[in-house]
């Protein structure tokens, strides 16, 4: 373990199994414009302080975007004029609501996410504890499953005609 290491382990990250853990009370200053690498320790204190932010970044714009639709919907003159207009919108309504639910969805895998950031199992595949890998996880990283892992639920569903 580094000196940087040593020193977050003092100031509230904590360490089971092997793995850290990040307590959602810790706050870790990160160099600006870092990214993780692969060269680094695996989920180290920096990579879980990384996609933690990420991860809050994330969240907090599509809490947003659900809040402005729902001002949106909310806001919206009912009383349209002729039917062909009146379809419209609520189709477009429809849209709406749907997008506000799928983001929904996402913020719950995204908080599932943050959990698993404070419990120090983030980074490792649901199914073979196997790393999921940086790059993964920075281009998805609410990923739970290895790319390995993935590839294999993604067949037995076509398999079982899903």
């Known amino acids: 373990m ?8 003092d100031n509230g990250v904590t360490r089971e199994d092997g793995r850290y853990a990040l307590p959602a009370t810790t706050q870790i200053a990160l160099p600006k414009g870092y990214r993780p690498s692969s060269k680094e320790e695996y989920m180290n204190p920096m990579h879980l302080a990384y996609f933690r932010n ?6 907090d714009q599509l809490v947003e975007e659900s809040r402005q639709t729902m ?11 002729d039917e062909a207009e009146r379809a419209t919108r609520e189709t477009e309504n429809s849209l709406e609501l749907r997008t506000r639910d799928r983001y929904r969805k996402l913020i719950s895998k995204i908080d599932k996410a943050l959990r698993r950031i404070e419990e120090g199992s983030y980074g490792y595949c649901e199914e073979t504890d196997e790393e999921i890998g940086v790059e993964r996880l920075d281009a998805r990283p609410i990923a739970t499953l ?6 294999r639920r993604e067949h037995l569903q076509k398999q079982m005609g899903d």
């Open 2 to 9: 580094n000196k940087q290491a040593a020193k977050l382990l």
């Open 54 to 59: 990420k991860l809050r970044d994330w969240r």
């Open 71 to 81: 001002d949106n919907l909310r806001d919206e003159v009912r009383d349209v004029g």
């Open 146 to 151: 290895s790319l390995d892992a993935q590839e």
